[in-house]
Structure formats: structure tokens, C-alpha cells
């Protein structure tokens, strides 16, 4: 009885120290890709991490890629921080490659423009209002019923081909039930033969299957890392993958 109980105790302080090394690791990783991704912003500056923002190893991610694989074409669902950084990554780095961010807030949207404007970044990215509204069936799964106003998009995109990253954190998952699902379909016409699709928040259900029915359709290479997914359709590339801190001891 006593040695069960010493077994049973045992187990449960090595899984505690597990998921307090998992956590200390996890803080750490964050810590340093926040720091990473801090570099393209020297001057005074503050750019909002509210707890809707997208992880700084999700845009360190995202920023990885467009450099090392020259992305021409990046649109944004769903504008935050990201759109800061993403901007100026291809304003340092003068990378040759046109910025589109597409949020449906009509006060954040105007505040989003005045703080780029504050840091000249006005000029490398195109914010575009898009409401949300009823989602045609073509382009919607199961029982979503909004997403940004294709009217609108339709006449920004008609002249856009070969999209080749696509970033998607909008709109909000409570606007309705799988509200992220159609940036794929929508797109799915217009992406050019090597793409990158990140998908954040995949910790939530609907997300997760979000993600693994666009690698149905795209026939890709799905991976989950830790809050979000990466979709590819070219695995010979270059791993962009955020530089990854050793486990740490306690």
C-alpha cells in the first residue's frame, strides 16, 4: 500500500516538473523571438500585444519566411501587430513584394492607419475595410454564416495572382462558427505554386479543423506549432522555422 502510494506520488511530481520545464521552455522561446522580431523597431515605439495579438513566434514565423523565401504577395485577415512588424520587415529590408491586410473594424482600421502613418510605414501596406456580412455558400463550411464582404475584396484582389503567403487571424472566432474558413476558397484561384498559409489559434477546435481541410484541398505539408499551423505545398524550401532554444533545465 505504501509503496502504491510513493509510486502515485512520484508520478505526480514528474508530471508537475514536466509541465513547469515545458512552460519555463515555452516563456523562454517567447522571450527570445519577441526579442528577435523587436530589432525592426529601435526608435521609441510601442506596438500593442493585447491578449487577441498573435504570438511573436507566430509573426517571427511569418517574417522568417518572407525574407529567406522572398514573398511577393502577403495578405493579412485580420490587422494587429503583425501588420507593423510585416511592414517593416519590407521597408528595412527593402524587400520587393506588395502588403495587403484586410480587417473589418471601421475605428480600428482608422487607428490602424494613423499609427502607420507614425512611423511612415503608411506607404507598405494596403489596409482594407471590409465588414463582415453573410458568406455565400461557395466559400463558406458548415455553419458559418459571415465573413469579410467578398464585394469588397473582389475589387481590391481582381489584378492580384500568385499570392504566395497568406496570414489569417481574422476575422475573430466568435463572429461565428468556423469564421476563418474562407480565406482559402476565396484565394484558392489566385495563390502561385509555392505558398505559405498560417492559421492562428489552432487550439481551438473549429481552427484545428479549419486547418486540416485546407491541407485536403491543397494536397500540402500541415504542421501545428504551439498556438498556430503553417500550411506549405513546397517541402524542399528553406525551414524558416524560428530558431529553437535547447530544453532548459530546472
Same mark, same amino acid.
Given at each position: 500500500?505504501?509503496?502504491?502510494?510513493?509510486?502515485?506520488?512520484?508520478?505526480?511530481?514528474? /508530471?508537475?516538473?514536466?509541465? =513547469? @520545464?515545458? $512552460? $519555463?521552455?515555452?516563456?523562454?522561446? /517567447?522571450?527570445?523571438?519577441?526579442?528577435?522580431?523587436? $530589432?525592426?523597431?529601435?526608435?521609441?515605439?510601442?506596438?500593442?500585444?493585447?491578449?487577441?495579438?498573435?504570438? +511573436?513566434? /507566430?509573426?517571427?514565423?511569418? %517574417?522568417?519566411?518572407?525574407?529567406?523565401? @522572398?514573398?511577393?504577395?502577403?495578405?493579412?485577415?485580420?490587422?494587429?501587430?503583425? /501588420?507593423? #512588424?510585416?511592414?517593416? =520587415?519590407? &521597408?528595412?529590408?527593402?524587400?520587393?513584394?506588395?502588403? #495587403?491586410?484586410?480587417?473589418?473594424?471601421?475605428? !480600428?482600421?482608422?487607428?490602424?492607419?494613423?499609427?502607420?502613418?507614425?512611423?511612415? %510605414?503608411?506607404? #507598405?501596406? @494596403?489596409?482594407i475595410h471590409a465588414p463582415l456580412v453573410e458568406i455565400e &455558400?461557395?466559400?463558406? #463550411? @458548415?455553419?458559418?454564416?459571415? !465573413?469579410?464582404?467578398?464585394?469588397?475584396?473582389?475589387?481590391?484582389? $481582381?489584378?492580384?495572382?500568385?499570392?504566395?503567403?497568406?496570414?489569417?487571424?481574422?476575422?475573430?472566432?466568435?463572429?461565428t462558427p468556423f469564421a476563418r474558413y474562407s480565406a482559402y476558397?476565396?484565394?484558392?484561384?489566385?495563390?502561385?505554386?509555392?505558398?505559405?498559409? *498560417?492559421?492562428?489559434?489552432?487550439?481551438? +477546435?473549429?481552427?484545428?479543423?479549419?486547418?486540416?481541410?485546407?491541407?485536403?484541398n491543397l494536397n500540402g505539408h500541415l504542421r501545428f506549432i504551439?498556438? *498556430?499551423?503553417?500550411?506549405?505545398?513546397?517541402?524542399?524550401?528553406?525551414?524558416?522555422?524560428?530558431?529553437?532554444?535547447?530544453?532548459? +533545465?530546472?
Amino acid at each position: 500500500m505504501i509503496k502504491k502510494l510513493k509510486n502515485k506520488i512520484k508520478r505526480l511530481v514528474d /508530471t508537475r516538473v514536466k509541465l =513547469l @520545464k515545458n $512552460q $519555463q521552455r515555452l516563456n523562454e522561446q /517567447t522571450h527570445f523571438n519577441y526579442n528577435q522580431i523587436s $530589432q525592426l523597431f529601435k526608435e521609441e515605439s510601442f506596438i500593442p500585444f493585447s491578449a487577441w495579438a498573435m504570438s +511573436p513566434s /507566430t509573426i517571427l514565423h511569418v %517574417l522568417n519566411d518572407i525574407s529567406i523565401n @522572398k514573398r511577393k504577395v502577403v495578405i493579412e485577415f485580420g490587422a494587429g501587430a503583425s /501588420t507593423f #512588424y510585416i511592414a517593416k =520587415l519590407l &521597408k528595412v529590408l527593402k524587400v520587393d513584394a506588395v502588403f #495587403y491586410s484586410v480587417e473589418s473594424d471601421a475605428i !480600428w482600421v482608422s487607428e490602424l492607419r494613423r499609427q502607420l502613418e507614425i512611423y511612415n %510605414l503608411q506607404d #507598405y501596406v @494596403k489596409i482594407i475595410h471590409a465588414p463582415l456580412v453573410e458568406i455565400e &455558400k461557395d466559400f463558406s #463550411y @458548415k455553419d458559418q454564416k459571415v !465573413w469579410y464582404d467578398i464585394a469588397v475584396l473582389e475589387k481590391v484582389f $481582381q489584378d492580384v495572382s500568385k499570392i504566395d503567403l497568406i496570414l489569417v487571424d481574422g476575422p475573430f472566432g466568435g463572429s461565428t462558427p468556423f469564421a476563418r474558413y474562407s480565406a482559402y476558397p476565396f484565394l484558392q484561384s489566385k495563390l502561385a505554386e509555392n505558398i505559405s498559409i *498560417y492559421l492562428d489559434d489552432i487550439k481551438r +477546435p473549429h481552427e484545428r479543423e479549419i486547418a486540416e481541410s485546407w491541407q485536403n484541398n491543397l494536397n500540402g505539408h500541415l504542421r501545428f506549432i504551439e498556438r *498556430y499551423a503553417v500550411l506549405t505545398n513546397n517541402r524542399k524550401g528553406f525551414d524558416v522555422t524560428p530558431f529553437q532554444l535547447e530544453d532548459l +533545465p530546472l
